[in-house]
């Protein structure tokens, strides 16, 4: 506890005021107002001064109106100040920005205050994982960050808790356990809040899971509303599952945040890979994995859905951001939904409609061979089994895995973080037990044929479907995207350099010095007193490490640590 | 070979069943490999495990595979599906490439560091596949293995190497 924080007023207004006063100078020129986040201000995040949400605002386009810092001067970008976190595993969460606060969280469920000018540190809050075993955790100790509403700061926990903290002194206010931990259930995203509900998703599709999605009373954690990603017999898509108990551990994971429409009252969030992988033990579409699923905010109550992969046998998931935006297409005006899937196709669907506009693939991709109607299939040829191992494209960590692509409606663009993977995968015999994964198939990423690189950042111009630009990456590209009305695109790599490119060529305009590890988190913007500051955390870690097969070689000596980062111009 | 130790395996899972539990592991634990079948599944868990689940299976992005909270009543894992788990599906970035041979040796090592005693029999995948014994961590075993001489296996269906401290 820092001596600040010591001091911190907690109850009644006038020491709040008194303490304020008196204790300002000890907390340099920091003021310890703090910013109440209202309902009203969550709708308009995308153009406030902070940075409200795990990705900006409701839309997930992590675009921001700032163009202090521009094409014409961010070879300028200089350190406002650092901090170095430490811990060996991966950091990838944004940095949530609300006035002169700025959160993070860590590996392990820490969180850390700052004062986002000075970089001075409030206060610490650690989540205690005393008896927890992480044992259903897939991929790598994670926590993407924190939401806001209120004076409340809330985390998701690894241990399926959200914790609801002062915004300002980081004392509890509430926890609930939405499940219990070790037995399949996780939780490594950042909340969303909406209409003073704290909303979160489970991870668990390897592990015999039945996810869902939950909301909570932001005030006290009571829970609203639950919706599991797959059905229970007689449920709306229950017929899209074998009969029998194989639902229970369908997995259909909810791990990565969702956005929301206000104009239909539309939350909408991804439903993962199904269990255990290999499908032929599962026959069926099996929704609502690997879908994009539209709900009733109020009631949890799921309106529509349009399924990426059905069947899926290969992890492609669904959960990738359903990025809200407009655009035109062939002359025509939509309402449209932008996901970049893990099976390598870009997904463009109609808000109003609820069809596909179009999809292009932006990586290689084989399994998931085309469309009819408007509808996606399969490769049948490339389904492993149990003695039948297949190649195909991409690789179970997609051509995309979870990093935030950027929409920015300037350009038009969308800007598409990018692996070239393929992989062999075969069935295998697997059994349920909770604590245990449940996979069903054994698999090695490689190469893509077609690329001798890993990674790319692609940018996609969404009035045509057509590719605008492509950097190309010997490693892989590893971490999320964040555009600017500055012309800009920052996103980092895992030799650890925070790149700008302009956003319409895909020039690397600017490069920071080598930071102390590799960057697997995406990078946020924010302004205080007029300036634009640009904020990252470095540290190395995440999926590919893990999972990454012959890429694991390419990334085996990267530095780890965690280390945040803020520049601004001088 | 392999029957003995079956038997010593079933035997093991009997008591296990019945006797009180006191603390994690209050049941005798069956000496179910050699000491130099933990010694190379030390050396394999180091150069393929070990990025994951920490140099003393302490845990880092992967789970920690030692202690009371990896191997605990709780848990309710057996060795049978600790050994078929891991032998299909890790190491995560290659499933099922090391040898046959190496995932009994990565199991025994386990067995060692949760607290199970060297025998003088190997782990055999016939072994490992059917033995339904819980995985319990044993901390006073494991502070002092003790081989188990082979005359003491000779006539009995089960070898009670160290009987742990509640």
Known sequence: MTRFQAFLPRRSLWRIALSAVLLAPAAGAFAAGYPVVTNARLLHAASDNGWLMFLRDYTGDSYAPFRQINTRNVSGLKPAWDYKIGMKQGFEGSPIVNGRYLFVTTPKDHLIAFDAVTGKVLWKYQKSLAGVGLKTVCCDVVNRGVALYGNNVYMATLDNYVVALNAQTGKVVWQKQIKPADVGYAMTLAPLTLEGMVIVGTSGGEYGARDFVVALDARTGREIWRQYTVPSPGQPGSDTWPKGEIYQHGGGSAWLTGTYDPSSDTLFWGGGNPGPWLAKLRPGKNLFTDSLQAFNPRTGQRKWYYQYTPHDSWDYDGVNTPMITSLTYHGRRYQAIVHADRNGWLYVIDRRTHKLIYAVPFAHAISLAGFRDGLPYTDDAVRPAVGKQIFTCPSFLGGKNWWPASVDPATHMVYVPTIHTCMTMKGAPTFYKPGLPYLGETFKVVHDPNDSNWGALQAFDLDTGKRAWNHETRLPWDAGAMSTAGGLVFSGTPQGHLLALDARTGQVLWRSPKLSSGIIAPPVTYRVDGRQYVAILAGWGGATPIWGGDMVKSVANIPVGGHLYVYSLN | ?166
Not at chain 2, 40 to 51: I, T, V
Not at chain 2, 111 to 126: E, I, K, S
């Open chain 2, 1 to 166: 070979m392999s029957v003995r130790l079956l038997q010593i395996c079933a035997y093991a899972l009997v008591l296990t069943a019945l006797l009180p539990r006191r603390g994690e592991a209050a049941s005798p634990p069956p000496a179910l490999y050699t000491r130099s079948q933990a010694l190379q599944g030390a050396s394999a868990f180091e150069w393929k495990c070990a990025s994951c689940h920490g140099h003393h299976l302490q845990g880092g992005v992967g789970p920690a595979l030692e202690g009371p909270i990896f191997a605990s009543a709780k848990s309710d894992f057996t060795i049978q599906q600790v050994y078929e788990f891991l032998s299909v599906e890790m190491p995560a970035y290659a499933p099922g490439s090391l040898t046959r041979t190496q995932y009994l040796d990565i199991t025994a090592f386990l067995l060692r560091q949760n607290g199970y005693p060297a025998g003088v029999r190997a782990l055999t995948d016939r072994i490992a596949s059917h033995c339904t014994v819980p995985l319990l961590y044993r901390p006073a075993a494991k502070a002092s293995p003790k081989v188990v001489k082979s005359k003491a296996l000779a006539g009995k269906p089960l070898i009670v190497p160290r009987v742990n401290a509640p």
